[in-house]
């Protein structure tokens, strides 16, 4: 467990820009091997996870995420497909993305935001 001082730059500056009404609640930096994450507890139980260079790559909440954080071309798709549902999680997977939605679908993207299917 991080102590604040000891948090990444980037990590807070995320927080701060995308979810400016949620506290930090803890960060845990977590080696396994050549492997390091961070993983980010916020306010109204939502999770974020950064790679070893910071850079965001899965976000899990309970309620919509902001369009912030939601590629153009992704949140399109969903208002455009799925007008009664929000994201309520995405994730960057292998040379995919992944959101999932408040209905509990998935749907698969490529990195630049094609639809690929639903992943169920």
């Known amino acids: ?7 990444p730059g980037e990590i807070t500056e995320y927080v701060s820009t995308h979810f ?19 993983d980010v507890t916020l306010s109204d139980n939502i999770t ?6 910071k850079e965001i790559t899965d ?4 309620t919509q995420l902001p369009e912030s954080v939601i590629p153009t071309e992704i949140s399109q798709y969903v208002a455009t497909n799925f007008p009664n549902n929000v994201i309520t999680d995405w994730e960057l997977e292998d040379r995919h993305q992944q959101v999932g ?3 509990g679908t998935d ?7 094609e639809f690929l299917r639903i992943d169920n």
């Open 20 to 38: 400016p009404n949620n506290n930090l609640l803890q960060v845990v930096k977590d080696v396994d091997g050549l492997t390091t994450t961070y």
């Open 101 to 103: 939605l408040d209905n």
């Open 107 to 113: 749907l698969e993207f490529t990195m630049s935001g």
């Open 1 to 7: 467990v991080l102590t604040a001082s000891e948090i």
């Open 59 to 62: 976000i899990d909440g309970n």
């Open 48 to 53: 974020l996870e950064f790679n070893r260079n």
